[in-house]
């Protein structure tokens, strides 16, 4: 498990955090992993997090309008995130389970978009993300790490795309993993995520006041990585 330094050290709270937020399918789990890589930081997949959460809930058959029982599956929520030798991939292992497949499902992400938007749900799982905070230093990648969980972090970045580029790349997401998809149904599903996602009452999706907006709609990995790796020698 990962042991937190978040609270006691200011130093690495102040300097040594970069968040990078926005919706599905803007790249920001490979800009994320580049950048953690480059830095030799660590590394914060905050939507895995909801999306275990979402499968403990779902073994559990727990409704998601009992917020009183998602309070306490969130506060003994048993995960643990292990780096493999050789491998640049994190596995999740959820009660001793690794569940790194299951994790990146649909139908996972659209329990986990939904549970995300309750208030006693965001509260319970914040401290687990402000405890991978540790030296030398955090990539962070989610949804409101540079408005919420880190909001004094010193780098912020806001990846954004068209919702019709974003669908393409889910389509080829799956046809690389031998899935079939249909283009119109998942453009419906990365619209509705995304309104769900930018109208919740708690932590909704935006970028921060002090973050640096970039669109990846006709950029490719490279020249985003060079626009933060750029933000970061200020």
Avoid: H
């Avoid at 994190?90 to 309750?118: C, D, P």
């Avoid at 599903?189 to 921060?208: G, I, Q, Y």
Wanted: aromatic share 4%.
């Amino acid at each position: 498990m990962v042991k937190s330094e978040y609270q006691n050290s200011k130093e690495l709270r102040v300097n040594n955090v970069l968040t990078i937020d926005g919706p599905s399918g803007v790249g920001k789990g490979t800009v994320a992993r580049v950048m953690a890589q480059k830095l030799d930081w660590n590394l914060l997949d905050s939507g895995a997090i909801y999306r275990a959460f979402a499968l403990a809930v779902e073994a559990r058959g727990v409704n998601i309008a009992d917020e009183s029982a998602l309070q306490k599956i969130a506060q003994t929520l048993d995960l643990e995130f292990k780096t493999e030798q050789d491998s640049e991939l994190v596995s999740v292992f959820l009660e001793g389970r690794n569940v790194s497949k299951t994790l990146r499902t649909e139908q996972t992400g659209e329990i986990a978009s939904k549970i995300a938007s309750i208030g006693v749900v965001r509260t319970a799982l914040l401290k687990r993300q402000q405890d991978f905070a540790q030296a030398p230093g955090l990539v962070a990648d989610g949804r409101d790490m540079g408005t919420v969980v880190f909001a004094d972090a010193p780098f912020k970045v806001f990846l954004t795309a068209s919702a019709q580029e974003r669908a393409k790349r889910r389509l080829k997401q799956l046809q690389a993993q031998g899935t079939m998809g249909i283009m119109s149904q998942i453009l419906a599903e990365v619209v509705a995520r995304d309104e769900r996602d930018c109208s919740r009452k708690n932590s909704p999706l935006k970028p921060a006041n002090d973050a640096l907006i970039i669109d990846t709609t006709e950029l490719s990995i490279d020249k985003v990585i060079a626009q933060v790796s750029e933000l970061m020698k200020t």
